[in-house]
């Protein structure tokens, strides 16, 4: 499985973004889906996930409230909707395919992963 993120950009805070993440190759729709972020300096976290169905979506404390993930099993896409941006949610965005139906924060469950998207955000 291929992943290729795109959507993101500069923008100021308080602003947002649409990220999307496209599944090529050995699809399997079956599987869980997740966000995960890395910002310069710090170890990769876990932002949200949705489970195979596009059910049960989970977040982050600290984006929750302001993010949405959502998936179109149709298309192989999965979106993460991203608002009321602020500084701290500068990093390189991106997704991952999990081993599971279920989407999952763990790192460890996922076994494909995509190379990412900056989002920078501007005070």
């Known amino acids: 499985v291929q992943l290729q993120a795109s959507g993101g950009g500069l923008v100021q805070t308080g602003g947002s973004l649409r990220l999307s993440c496209a599944a090529s190759?050995?699809?399997?729709?079956?599987?869980?889906m997740g966000w995960f972020r890395q910002a310069p300096g710090k170890e990769r976290e876990f932002v949200a996930t949705i489970d195979w169905n596009g059910g049960r979506p989970s977040y982050a404390d600290s984006v929750k409230g302001r993010f949405t993930i959502s998936r179109d099993r149709a298309k192989n896409t999965v979106y993460l909707q991203v608002n009321s941006l602020k500084a701290e949610d500068t990093a390189v965005y991106s997704c991952?395919?999990?081993?599971?139906?279920?989407?999952?924060?763990?790192?460890?469950?996922?076994?494909?992963w995509g190379q990412g998207t900056q989002v920078t955000v501007s005070s």
């Open positions: 991952a395919v999990s081993r599971y139906a279920v989407g999952s924060s763990q790192a460890a469950s996922y076994v494909s």
């Open positions: 190759g050995r699809t399997n729709t079956n599987n869980g």
